[in-house]
């Protein structure tokens, strides 16, 4: 079972996936990109397990089809609304 936070490893670094409408269609891609089967859950991550680094997505919008995190539609930078870091919970 794959369970938790969910970061992004880009240019070398791992960067924090924050959102405010993170959903199924997101964790699903997050479960197939890591191959581990389907989605059980999309969650937000309390307070006290929320990640300190660098910012590597926000605002993600996947259709639910998409190989990868990447590959989804992202909101700009300047994006407003309370983003917060996602979590996802997948099968296997």
Not at 1 to 17: N, S
Not at 19 to 34: F, G, H, N, P
Not at 41 to 46: G, I, K, L, M
């Amino acid at each position: 079972r794959c369970d938790g936070r969910v970061e992004i490893f880009q240019r070398g670094t791992w960067g924090r996936v924050l959102d405010d409408q993170w959903d199924m269609e997101d964790a699903s891609v997050v479960c197939r990109q890591l191959r581990c089967e389907e989605a059980e859950a999309a969650y937000t991550v309390p307070r006290a397990e929320r990640g300190t680094g660098p910012v590597g997505l926000r605002g993600v919008r996947c259709a639910g089809h998409e190989a990868g995190l990447s590959l989804c539609n992202t909101s700009l930078p300047e994006a407003t609304g309370i983003m917060e870091d996602v979590g996802a919970v997948c099968q296997g």
